[in-house]
């Protein structure tokens, strides 16, 4: 069983960034970074494979970045430009073959 707990949430005004980061108790293959706001139901913002080719939702394309640190078996999303829509709980997922993994999630608030 891999534990996932995320960390950098928090509130920022419009136009604001911040860094989610996403540690893992072992490897992960592939990562992803979803978020679920308000009424809405759970959604891909962004994913990066093992060989590090990422793939973005349309709405945060060129604002946000999803890295990872194998050796420190760590995801990160890098937000700039956060917008109030992007308010919402961020999960990360974490999958090696044949299993999935969530953490418990961080809020983030984008609000004046």
């Known amino acids: 069983q891999v534990q996932l707990v995320e960390s950098g949430g928090g509130l920022v005004q419009p136009g604001g960034s911040l860094r989610l980061s996403c540690a893992a108790s072992?490897?992960?293959?592939?990562w992803g970074w979803y978020r679920q706001a308000p009424g809405k139901e759970r959604e891909l913002v962004a994913g990066i494979t093992s060989g590090g080719i990422t793939n973005y939702a349309d709405s945060v394309k060129g604002r946000f970045t999803i890295s990872r640190d194998n050796a420190k078996n760590t995801v990160y999303l890098q937000m700039d430009s956060l917008k109030p829509e992007d308010t919402a709980v961020y999960y990360c997922?974490?999958?090696?073959?044949?299993?999935?993994?969530w953490g418990k999630g961080t809020l983030v608030t984008v609000s004046s």
């Open positions: 997922n974490g999958y090696v073959p044949g299993m999935n993994y």
């Open positions: 072992g490897s992960i293959f592939r």
